[in-house]
């Protein structure tokens, strides 16, 4: 059984960082690109970063450009956020996603969600 | 502003057919990257619908089709269920961006 498993957020104050980190298991890890998605209270989708297989390929949408930093680990089956200068808009529930295949851009599609971790910017 | 549009919500009566559109432009769906599409029900997490234009993953019912034609796509539920009730995405990639994959604004489906 495919599992991913968020942690790591939390509420924090404008400017500050957090870590997120998923550890997945039921497949292997090291064949796939990772992604994280996000989504604000009350509101849409929005793909935010993604990995490809061997963290030779990185991209991230461009309101995180910058700020944001993924990672991933395929020792441990983790891939990690690095969220920096984090504002307002940035609070959201952040899921880890699966990609279908091992390069993170092009058409793919994601076929394996977490339950998320919500993460809440506010002084 | 979604790169991809959908409406913000349907409707129909069980038993009935409805449709949810997703429209993009040539940089995305009419440069003829795949569509895909995602189901999430209130406080869940979104789960794969159809993926590669028109494939289900295991589990999903036939009840659930989808087509795509010049920038746009669209998914089609036949003999609605209450069960159907929930908030549809379309996601594909867009070349104008930063390597992004790309969601629609979402759709809800209410089952009257």
């Known amino acids: 059984e495919v599992q991913l498993v968020e942690s790591g957020g939390d509420l924090v104050q404008p400017g500050r960082s957090l870590r997120l980190s998923c550890v997945v298991s039921g497949f292997t890890f090291d064949d796939y690109a990772m992604h994280w998605v996000r989504q604000a209270p009350g509101k849409g989708l929005e793909w935010v970063s993604g990995?490809?297989?061997?963290?030779?390929?990185?991209v991230y949408v461009d309101s995180v450009q910058g700020r944001f930093t993924i990672s991933r680990d395929n020792a441990k089956n983790s891939v990690y956020l690095q969220m920096n200068s984090l504002r307002a808009e940035d609070t959201a529930v952040y899921y880890c996603?699966?990609?279908?295949?091992?390069?993170?851009?092009?058409?793919?599609?994601?076929?394996?969600w977490g339950q998320g971790t919500l993460v809440t910017v506010s002084s | 502003q979604s790169v991809l549009t959908q409406p913000p919500s349907v409707s129909g009566a069980p038993g009935q057919r409805v449709t949810i559109s997703c429209t993009g432009s040539?940089?995305?769906?009419?440069?003829?990257?795949?569509v895909h599409w995602y189901q999430q029900f209130p406080g869940r997490a979104p789960k794969l619908l159809i993926y590669a234009y028109n494939n289900r993953p295991s589990g999903v019912p036939d009840r659930f089709s989808a087509s795509k034609s010049g920038t746009s796509a669209s998914l089609a539920i036949t003999g609605l269920q209450a069960e159907d009730e929930a908030d549809y995405y379309c996601q594909s990639y867009d070349t104008s961006l930063s390597g992004s994959r790309v969601f629609g604004g979402g759709t809800k489906l209410t089952v009257l």
């Open positions: 990995i490809s297989w061997n963290s030779g390929k990185l």
């Open positions: 040539s940089s995305n769906i009419g440069a003829g990257y795949d």
């Open positions: 996603v699966k990609d279908y295949y091992g390069s993170a851009s092009g058409g793919g599609y994601f076929d394996y």
